[in-house]
Each structure stands twice: as structure tokens, then as C-alpha cells.
């Protein structure tokens, strides 16, 4: 069995962060990114009587960078 699904999904992502040098090369930043884009159902098997299952596509990153500027 093969499933495709292809379509497009409203959302916003939002985030913020902080990057402080630890020395004088080396900076070290840390970020937060949320991503909420709209919920869908996917009913597997595609036909009348499948499973529905619904997707929530809402979630939450956190980075740890650490950069070398030359």
C-alpha cells in the first residue's frame, strides 16, 4: 500500500535567543524556536470506516551554538 499526502499548512514559528562572547574568539548563543502550524487528520485506510488520526504539528526547539570568529 502505497500513501501520498502532499499539501500546504498555515502556522507561525516564533522564537528569540542570546549569544555572549566566552572569550575572544569563541562566542557561545542559545535559542528557542516554537513552531504552531494547523492540526490535520489522516485517515489510513483512505476509504469509508478507516482509523482517523489527528496531528497536532505544534512544537518547541531549544540550540546550543558555539561559533570561532576568525
Do not use: C, W
Request: charged share 15%; no cysteine.
Amino acid at each position: 500500500m502505497t500513501l501520498r499526502d502532499s499539501h500546504s499548512q498555515d502556522g507561525a514559528q516564533h522564537g528569540g535567543g542570546i549569544e555572549v562572547a566566552v572569550s575572544r574568539h569563541f562566542h557561545m548563543r542559545l535559542d528557542y524556536t516554537y513552531s504552531n502550524y494547523d492540526k490535520y487528520t489522516l485517515v489510513v485506510p483512505p476509504t469509508p470506516g478507516g482509523a482517523a488520526n489527528t496531528y497536532d504539528n505544534s512544537y518547541g526547539s531549544v540550540r546550543l551554538g558555539l561559533s570561532y570568529q576568525f
